[in-house]
């Protein structure tokens, strides 16, 4: 995928920045800060032997470890790019030997519970800032990375009440030469919220796709062979990271809980209306839920183009 990030920063925002896990967020992280100028110096870390030598292969940071302690050595601004249920062990392994008036923060998509987390193990002299991109693929490690990831995307900050201003500032900063629109929030609302807009839908795809797998046993192929677009669509959202996944339902789960349960009583009044014919019904919600897509296009976060903007294997020749 084409780099669409611009010209380079005059000045680096940072000195060292420090990714911890090279996933698909954090090597799209090394990848756009490198292609931006963002830091002086960029080190990957890794608790995979294998990934450090692909990042090496890659050329994607100065500096390949899978010693975090060391990696984190003078940096001014470390990135937690590893699942939510890691966050804990991470922090308490580099918590006491962040630099004074670094900034720590984290790609996570669960953020009450990354704070509980994480807090505990740093020092005063530390600025923690949660943040997440709200951007992704369903593919992950190292490869799957490219710097134009976060562009027009939303990051969504959630510092604490007594945050030091010019540190919010800064990692604004930072994800906005990265492309990303930036906002700020509570972290219980922003768990409210990506309840709705992320965790819920992917658990419906996980469980339709799971659904359509009991089934090959009596369709012989046809649910796979014969798969529309939606169906389709929901295997690529299922086709996402088990391992983050799971860990983000474990972690936001009074707010999936929540949504899971609105979402519940909607799905039984369609099946109510469908079940008596009640055409209004049905009219009215799809009627609703389509201008809401029209909605999303219009903030420029989806394209209008046929079959999702997707690239043709033609086009890609």
Not at 233 to 252: E, G, H, K, Q
Request: hydrophobic content about 45%.
């Amino acid at each position: 995928m084409p780099d669409q990030l611009g010209t380079p920063l005059a000045t680096p925002l940072f000195d060292h920045v420090a990714l911890i896990g090279l996933g698909l967020i954090g090597s799209s992280l090394a990848r756009g800060i490198r292609r931006k100028g963002i830091a002086q110096t960029i080190t990957a870390i890794d608790s995979d032997t294998a990934v450090i030598e692909r990042v090496k292969a890659l050329g994607l940071a100065d500096l390949a470890t899978t010693d975090a302690v060391a990696g984190i050595a003078k940096a001014d601004l470390v990135i937690l790019c590893v699942p939510v249920g890691a966050c804990n062990v991470v922090a308490e392994m580099i918590g006491s030997h962040l630099s004074q008036g670094a900034i720590l923060s984290d790609v996570g998509s669960v953020k009450a519970a990354v704070v509980q987390a994480v807090s505990p193990h740093l020092p005063d002299h530390v600025h923690f800032i949660p943040a997440h991109p709200v951007a992704g693929t369903e593919y992950s490690g190292p490869d799957a990375g490219f710097s134009s990831l976060f562009k027009n995307r939303w990051c969504i900050l959630t510092p604490p009440d007594d945050a030091d201003s010019e540190a919010v500032n800064r990692l604004s900063l930072f994800w906005e030469a990265l492309g990303a629109n930036v906002e700020l929030m509570s972290p219980q609302h922003h768990d409210l919220v990506l309840a709705v807009t992320s965790h819920l839908p992917h658990l419906i795809a996980y469980n339709i796709v799971g659904t359509a797998a009991d089934l090959e046993t009596v369709t012989q192929s046809e649910v796979i062979k014969f798969s529309a677009g939606g169906f389709r669509d929901f295997t690529r959202i299922a086709a996402s990271d088990p391992t983050m996944w799971r860990d983000v339902f474990l972690n936001n789960r009074e707010a999936v809980l929540e949504m899971l349960g609105r979402f519940t009583e909607d799905l039984a009044l369609l099946q109510r209306a469908i079940r008596w014919g009640d055409g209004d019904t049905l009219f009215d919600t799809f009627t609703r839920t389509r201008a809401i897509r029209r909605g999303i296009i219009d903030l420029g976060q989806e394209t209008a183009a046929p079959d999702f903007g997707r690239r043709t294997p033609e086009q890609d020749q």
